[in-house]
């Protein structure tokens, strides 16, 4: 079981609070507390913050361990050239620390009109995302890419530099309470970040999930064949891989000439060791290792190479099914009511909706330390894996330290 701790950019800019750098510090108390990992979220427009990749990137600096993951960005907002060399660019910083959770975007006359302002069609957004995580998988393992798809083209793209993991870092995706949303997280997804408010419901979704992820055929590359438009309705892609659209390398390779391939093979090799210098000598962190040698949750590894790769199926799941995840809002006091009020204040602030209408979409909590562990631990065994934890409070270190002492070992100890 993993802790993760949502930093609350959306908050500093409720709060008019200018000082980033006190924000970037939240991060290093995450870590210095025990969270396993650190968190910004997505919204330029609808509701501002501070732009999630560069605080992580500030993050990176000044952590050694924790996971810095996004909870959550729109890729449909983006050019996937460009954000796959922002996300492999951070996932070098960091010496390969990055999750990239990512969302279509939610429903909402103020959502749609930050897409309309960015000059994006709001209902195309959801097919925008998945060719843009398509493409920029490509750009992440491939030489050069040439991508005709529906919503972006481009030829011969050469990304540099590579993430520090082959393949780039995994992609965690929100969505659920819809069979078109447990599909798309079966079938093209690391990892899975949803937020629904009763733990009966995660567990329904995931075992959805698990048992359409079981049924998916086991080649490399059989997940992110198939394209679904906004409707959840399945269409072929012609030029996704597998479906006759390849490199310009692999196009051009002659059968029998294993030239290109014993050079991506020294390439592979060259990132690898690129990845390891990125490390220095803190280890892997993904898999649960705090520094080199360490005892973690998998044990102690001395080989950093076989350290990585148990810390990638940690983050992409076990046997190739996706980490299951949840996104949970809390506020703790010893007094119930009094914390459901400041639960309230915070939501209603950062939202500028009503308590009960975000309660009812979002996992929430608010009472006594003791009282929330109970609460989290029924999504553990419901199936949740990491828990991303956004407190809702004003003095945020003072909560983070709170939660640090008197939640965290009650969820780890259960």
């Known amino acids: 079981m993993r802790i993760g701790y949502l930093l609350p950019t959306r908050d500093w800019v409720v709060m008019d609070d200018r000082d980033l750098t006190s924000l970037v510090d939240q991060a290093r108390l995450a870590e210095e507390l025990g969270f396993d990992s650190v968190w910004a979220g997505d919204s330029p427009v609808t509701r501002p913050r501070a732009d999630p990749l560069l605080v992580l990137a500030a993050a990176a600096a000044l952590t050694?361990?924790?996971t810095l993951g996004t909870a959550v960005l729109l890729p449909a907002l983006r050019h996937p050239i460009l954000l796959a060399h922002q996300l492999a660019t951070l996932d070098l910083?960091?010496?390969?620390r990055l999750v990239a959770g990512m969302g279509a975007g939610f429903p909402t006359p103020n959502t749609e009109a930050q897409f309309e302002a960015i000059g994006i069609g709001f209902k195309r957004r959801v097919s925008r995302?998945?060719?843009a995580i398509h493409a920029m998988r490509r750009l992440w393992s491939e030489d050069e890419v040439s991508h005709?798809?529906?919503?972006?083209?481009f030829s011969d793209v050469h990304l540099a530099p590579r993430p520090a993991r082959r393949g780039g870092p995994p992609i965690w995706l929100a969505g659920g309470g819809s069979d078109a949303a447990l599909r798309r997280v079966a079938r093209m997804a690391d990892g899975w970040l949803p937020y629904p408010p009763d733990h009966r419901t995660y567990a329904t979704e995931w075992t959805s999930i698990a048992t359409q992820r079981s049924a998916l055929p086991k080649a490399a590359g059989s997940r992110d064949t198939e394209e679904h438009d906004d409707e959840g309705t399945a269409r072929r892609n012609p030029?996704?891989?597998g479906n006759h659209e390849t490199s310009r390398s692999s196009r051009e390779k002659p059968p029998g000439d294993e030239t290109l391939a014993d050079a991506r093979d020294a390439r592979d090799a060259r990132d690898a060791r690129d990845a390891r210098d990125a490390r220095g000598n803190q280890g892997c962190y993904q898999g649960g290792c705090r520094d080199q040698g360490e005892q973690g949750d998998r044990g102690a590894h001395g080989d950093r190479d076989d350290c990585s790769d148990r810390?990638?199926?940690?983050?992409?799941?076990l046997d190739g099914d996706p980490t299951p995840a949840l996104y949970a809002t809390i506020c703790l006091d010893e007094d119930p009511e009094r914390a459901r009020l400041r639960l309230r204040t915070s939501i209603e602030r950062y939202y500028n909706a009503p308590l009960e209408f975000v309660e009812g979409i979002q996992a929430m909590f608010a009472g006594t330390p003791e009282d929330a562990a109970t609460w989290l631990q029924a999504y553990v065994k419901a199936g949740a894996?990491?828990?991303v934890i956004r407190l809702a409070v004003d003095d945020h270190r003072a909560a983070l330290e709170e939660f640090a002492a008197r939640v965290l070992p009650l969820i780890r100890h259960a």
């Open 385 to 387: 894996r990491h828990v």
């Open 64 to 66: 050694r361990r924790v």
């Open 93 to 96: 910083m960091s010496g390969g």
């Open 148 to 153: 005709q798809g529906t919503h972006f083209a």
């Open 239 to 241: 030029r996704r891989p």
């Open 129 to 131: 995302m998945e060719e």
């Open 311 to 317: 810390g990638d199926r940690g983050l992409r799941g």
